[in-house]
């Protein structure tokens, strides 16, 4: 049987903004001169909240190299000098989280020499979860850890960058909450401070030129955290979710960490 499609009003009202044109406005300020110790971001013209995940360092000392993993929004208005830049940069995997209805809205641009994947984070998720989907909230990440397939889509991307030759880009529709919770997760596993995973996610607000109490197009620090808490809930512990959940072995944990640390 065919499941119809339909658009709650907030999702409707968020790919509005999330659809538009990225303008040239002058970016907010920071959240912390650490999180922006090199320029991180793309500069792609028509890819919104592109940026290198490296860079980073964690608590035992080492850097998340750089060029390995971008985060960035969709990339449905990608011009042809964006997508030389990303196949320049070696991007070999683009992991797609949004909704089927989301990707029909705006289909990517792939660069060459790419593999598009769709991993679907919260497209069986409840009706009032889906509502939130672009307008943030703590029921929409408190469903990155419970609703069904969010955990294998999550996992999927963390898979993408252990067996890629190449870079890996994830992205959502504004780059910013499933795409946020993604670069959270993978930064912890990494070891990287939790001040610094804040810092990251936080940098949506200077990258969308959002204040963070336009829900749109900014992101909360309340948000991300009720994310982690779930995580505990859920399964106890960070760690639990992510060999419980996310079902990643010590095998793959090592795999991530000789690939992107320095």
């Not at 999702?11 to 090199?38: D, K, N």
Request: aromatic letters at 6%; proline letters at 5%; a negative charge.
């Amino acid at each position: 049987m065919t499941r119809s499609i339909r658009t709650p009003i907030a999702l409707a009202a968020g790919l509005a903004v999330a659809f538009g044109p990225v303008t040239g406005a002058a970016l907010a300020e920071p959240p912390a001169a650490s999180a922006v110790a090199f320029d991180r971001s793309l500069n792609l013209q028509g890819v919104q909240n592109a940026r290198d995940l490296g860079g980073y360092r964690t608590g035992a000392g080492k850097t998340v190299r750089t060029g390995l993993v971008y985060r960035t929004g969709q990339l449905n208005n990608a011009t042809p000098a964006d997508l030389a830049e990303l196949t320049g940069r070696q991007v070999r995997v683009v992991d797609d989280l949004r909704t089927i209805y989301e990707r029909a809205l705006g289909p990517d641009k792939v660069p060459a020499g790419a593999t598009a994947n769709w991993d679907d984070v919260i497209g069986q998720a409840p009706p009032e979860v889906m509502a939130t989907t672009l307008t943030g909230g703590d029921s929409l990440y408190r469903a990155f850890i419970t609703a069904p397939g969010a955990n294998q889509a999550f996992a999927s991307v963390l898979h993408d960058i252990i067996t890629t030759d190449g870079a890996v880009l994830f992205h959502c529709t504004a780059g910013k909450d499933r795409t946020g919770w993604t670069a959270a997760v993978l930064l912890t596993l990494l070891g990287v401070d939790r001040d610094t995973v804040d810092q990251d996610y936080l940098l949506s607000n200077q990258y969308r030129n959002a204040n963070p109490n336009d829900p749109i197009n900014g992101v909360q620090q309340s948000w991300l955290d009720a994310a982690f808490d779930q995580a505990n809930q859920t399964y106890g512990s960070f760690d639990n979710y992510v060999r419980d959940g996310l079902k990643l072995t010590d095998a793959d944990l090592t795999a991530l960490k000789t690939k992107l640390l320095a």
